[in-house]
């Protein structure tokens, strides 16, 4: 079988080309090579949150792997067969990204012939990433306009720097359809989930970042928390529900850094999603376009950006299926055609 063979230090250079390529491949069935791994960043090669995608979706496919282990800045992932188990679960041993993890695992259900549940240890609101409240809220969402089931089954929260959450997600692959999303429908709600480590709750942390985030866009449900975790930390989400799509924006709390301030920084973003026209915000216009090619046919989405991270995700795309983009930048138009 053909290797498929990839530069891990194009365009955005990290790990997203990892992924989408590590899902792609399980997807497909198509082997690939990608050297070169997060070439440019301060500390290349594979790191734990990465390994623990590529342990996740060779499970899911049985892969035969070359090149997986810490600090490796080259792999090769050989897929045999689309056969998941009904459960597999990865341990980031680190406050790495369980979202990120998620992602490639996913993808690589798309064409899957079973439901699968997924369990990932490790960060759930950490820099750098889309916060498992995003997932749940968004990407879930979107991923289900698609024709892709995902469902969260239980959240146990982890901060930076020492993690210990955990996420279960419930993976329903159907049939997948094209997306026509160029206008947003009519505006139902402003949603806002608020969540702080339990020794944050004498200075009502979740509820001040609420207030914070109150003061620039109109909230009409907010769900202010506080919960067990191994290390302090806060986050916010805010999701503006559409009749066809939704948006949303995140703000992890810092040390010295007051929780109304938090709350301000989620919404500014929200504020400016939802002043443009776009269906699909920053985050979720890179991760919808493998599904998008997977699904066949015409599809065309309007987002709020068009980034590195999107073109990454074209160019790896392109080399796994038979279809091509249009980005026009000045519209913000993505166009499919697979």
């Given amino acids: 079988m053909d290797c498929i ?42 790191a734990a949150q990465h390994l623990s995608a590529v342990t996740a979706v060779s499970r899911l496919c049985d892969a035969a792997l070359g090149g997986a282990k810490m600090g490796s800045t080259e792999l090769v992932f050989r897929p045999r067969a689309l056969q998941p188990p009904q459960g597999v679960s990865v341990d980031v041993g680190t406050a790495g990204s369980v979202v990120l993890v998620l992602q490639a695992a996913v993808l690589a259900l798309a064409r899957a012939d079973r439901m699968v549940e997924l369990e990932v240890s490790g960060g759930t609101h950490v820099k750098w990433s889309p916060t498992t409240d995003y997932l749940e809220q968004v990407c879930c969402y979107s991923l289900g306009q698609i024709g892709l089931g995902v469902r969260l089954l ?18 329903t692959p159907g049939p997948l359809t094209p997306l026509e999303l160029t206008s947003r429908s009519g505006l139902q709600r402003v949603t806002a989930r608020s969540i702080a480590s339990t020794d944050l709750q004498r200075t009502r942390v979740a509820e001040r970042q609420v207030e914070g985030l109150a003061t620039l866009v109109q909230v009409d449900h907010a769900v202010p928390g506080y919960v067990q975790s191994l290390s302090t930390g806060s986050a ?18 810092e040390r010295g850094k007051r929780a109304e301030k938090v709350g301000v920084a989620c919404g500014r973003d929200l504020k400016w999603l939802m002043s443009g026209g776009a269906c699909l915000d920053d985050h979720m216009a890179d991760q919808v376009l493998p599904y998008l090619a997977l699904a066949g046919g015409e599809s065309k989405v309007r987002v709020a950006g068009i980034t590195d991270h999107c073109r990454t995700n074209v160019w790896v795309i392109e080399q796994f299926l038979p279809a091509r983009f249009e980005l026009d930048e000045e519209r913000g138009l993505i166009t499919c055609r697979a």
Wanted: charged share 20%; hydrophobic share 35%; glycine share 18%.
């Fill in 154 to 171: 239980d959240v146990q929260a982890g901060f930076y720097p020492r993690g210990g959450g955990r996420i279960r997600v419930l993976v």
């Fill in 236 to 253: 916010i989400q805010a999701t503006a529900e559409y009749e066809n799509c939704r948006l949303g924006a995140s703000s992890l709390g």
């Fill in 5 to 46: 063979e990839m530069d891990g230090s194009y365009l955005e250079g990290g790990g997203q080309i990892l992924r989408t390529a590590l899902g792609l491949s399980a997807a497909t069935g198509q082997a690939c090579r990608i050297y070169n791994i997060r070439k440019g960043r301060p500390t290349p090669g594979l």
